[in-house]
């Protein structure tokens, strides 16, 4: 995932990086990218706090107009910021969503090609979730600041809470990103992404 970003054709980034009280080698492999790369930043959190609060704490240290969001497991092909941002800035976009392709954990093509729509407003998003968070890019210049929801499925919160101000979200019909699904990951179970979805509508957005 850390190479995928440093591989970017566009090379105006930082890659804020939340180590969320991992078990494993993580701090070490980012510390290594991190003397190589000064755009590579490291940020331990206290405790295991979960996404929405991890991401919130890269956000708080954000300093660039453009916000995206990659996880651990996921990649972003090497044209993918270079292509977003140009047709942002061409087009005067607030946020934009691409194409996207389902990996295996050994990294092998499954399934067909994630398509998107041209664009999606708030209410359209509602009947369904099209924007693959590693897909995102936000410019908070026009949004305004945000932030996580802690709650299943943040993503799909935050996308709602940008739409409901009245923006809507633009498809880049380009197939840029590499979705990794991962076995006993948090969104893996079907079951458990339904109760999110179910929670969302019912606490978050007080659907009847």
Not at 42 to 64: F, Q, S, T, V, Y
Not at 110 to 132: A, C, M, T
Request: proline share 1%.
């Amino acid at each position: 995932s850390i190479e995928s970003v440093v591989t970017q054709t566009y090379s105006n980034w930082e890659m804020l990086i939340v180590n969320d009280a991992s078990n494993d080698n993580t701090v070490e492999i980012v510390e290594e990218f991190a003397k190589k790369d000064f755009r590579v930043r490291l940020i331990n959190n206290e405790g295991d706090h979960g996404a929405a609060h991890a991401r919130n704490k890269a956000l708080e240290n954000a300093k660039g107009d453009y916000i995206a969001f990659l996880d651990s497991d996921d990649i972003w092909l090497p044209n993918k910021l270079e292509e977003q941002v140009t047709y942002m800035e061409e087009n005067d976009l607030a946020f934009t969503y691409t194409q996207y392709r389902r990996i295996d954990e050994q990294g092998n093509s499954i399934g067909r090609l994630i398509d998107v729509p041209n664009s999606v407003s708030y209410r359209q998003l509602l009947k369904h979730n099209v924007i693959g968070c590693l897909t995102a890019v936000i410019d908070r210049r026009k949004t305004g600041d945000f932030h996580m929801t802690d709650m299943g499925y943040d993503d799909f919160v935050l996308w709602l809470d940008i739409l409901r101000r009245g923006f809507k979200a633009y498809g880049i019909q380009k197939d840029l990103a590499r979705y990794r699904r991962v076995q006993n990951s948090l969104s893996y179970s079907w079951t458990r992404a339904a109760r999110w979805v179910w929670d969302i509508y019912r606490k978050k957005e007080k659907l009847s």
